[in-house]
């Protein structure tokens, strides 16, 4: 049994599952890949303390500062959270059943796909939600980047400095990014904004060859899919306040009690990674004076 299970890889999970052990909490991280998006994210900015880093050397770095605090780590997909009498009861794919006595909920969210006709058939072919591992497509080509966050705006940042041109495609009135990721967007040539605009038409032979909105065509070679969508949740078997994602309180409580939740989960806009470390932080903090009875 441990005191803490962290579902969840990603910043959020092992930034709280490091602050888990550091408040002496006997802590698992079970997540179905360690890293989870961060292991898709080109470059990382805005952490305190830290210059701006490549997401998968981030991944790396912040599960060997996990393992030397003492974390233990579990690489498989929960397939259900029930409540027990004291304790929650968790069941993974590998039918490997584990007890906690608090739970944090920093499953993240997966990119939203575009729901459209070609989608599918162009996936691993130009159309992709990894812009690292598909790298050798997208480089040296114009793309699209579509999404309206952080991660949006610096996967666009990233491309601009290896394709010919960058068109980011935006689906909301103005993106959801820091005043000054917005700024290099604005003075970086390479890069075209396309604002309140939705993908509404791929196309090509073998692969992708042009991207269309309502108001332009784009011929490019590569579309990365950044937008935020919905989080995965069927896991949960227990009574909880769930809207478009997580609802909790500013001591990241949820309305179930001694299940905790931080990072893009929660409901409401993107989080950016400064406000995800502060919340998984505090959801740590909330974990340890639950299971401490404090």
């Keep these: 049994m441990h005191d803490v299970i962290v579902i969840g890889g990603g910043l959020a999970g092992l930034t709280s599952a490091m602050a888990c052990a550091q408040y002496g909490l006997n802590t698992i991280v079970i997540s179905r890949r360690i890293g989870g998006s961060i292991n898709e994210t080109p470059i990382v900015e805005t952490l305190p303390g830290i210059r701006p880093i490549f997401g998968p050397d981030l991944a790396k770095k912040l599960q060997e500062e996990c393992k030397s605090a003492g974390v233990e780590f579990r690489e498989s997909e929960i397939s259900e959270i029930r409540s027990g009498f004291t304790l929650y009861n968790i069941a993974d794919h590998a039918n490997e059943k584990h007890k906690a006595k608090a739970i944090i909920i920093a499953t993240g969210r997966s990119p939203q796909m575009l729901e459209i006709a070609g989608e599918e058939e162009f996936l691993g072919k130009g159309i992709t939600t990894n812009p690292i591992s598909d790298l050798e497509t997208l480089q040296n080509n114009s793309v699209a980047v579509y999404g309206s966050g952080e991660r949006a705006g610096l996967t666009a940042l990233w491309l601009s400095s290896m394709c010919q041109k960058v068109h980011l495609i935006c689906p909301k009135p103005r993106l959801h990014v820091t ?116």
Aim: aromatic share 4%; proline share 3%; with cysteine.
């Design 179 to 294: 005043p000054l990721t917005n700024e290099r967007i604005q003075k970086t040539l390479r890069i075209e904004t396309h604002l309140n605009s939705a993908v509404k038409k791929i196309s090509g032979s073998i692969n992708l060859e042009s991207v269309a909105t309502e108001k332009a065509q784009m011929n490019v070679s590569g579309l990365v899919l950044c937008e935020r969508g919905r989080p995965h949740l069927s896991f949960l078997k227990v009574n909880m306040q769930i809207s478009d994602g997580i609802a909790v309180d500013s001591a990241m409580k949820t309305s179930a009690k001694g299940i905790f939740a931080c990072g893009n989960v929660l409901s409401g806009e993107e989080v950016l990674a400064p406000e995800t470390v502060m919340q998984a932080w505090q959801a740590a903090e909330s974990a340890y004076k639950f299971v401490r009875g404090k």
